[in-house]
């Protein structure tokens, strides 16, 4: 299955990037997964984790700055 972005998506990644803030990731839900994502401001994947917490301290652990995205 292909996922497809939204524009909300793809205006949240290239904002992210305009930033020029690399050290910046986000966490969100998986699409039609109880698995959770954690991507670097440019939207490049960076791990995919079976819960939220834990993705969330994966991503601390490796010094990025961690927003939820909805």
């Known amino acids: 299955m292909i996922e497809r972005e939204t ?9 992210f990037a ?4 690399p050290h910046l990731a986000y966490v969100r839900r998986a699409e039609a997964s109880s698995r959770w994502e954690v991507r670097a401001a440019n939207g490049l994947l960076l791990g995919v984790f079976s819960c939220r917490e834990i993705a969330l301290c994966a991503a601390r652990r490796r010094g990025y700055e961690v927003v939820t995205a909805h």
């Open 7 to 15: 524009t909300a998506e793809i205006a949240a990644r290239r904002w």
């Open 18 to 21: 305009e930033l020029g803030t």
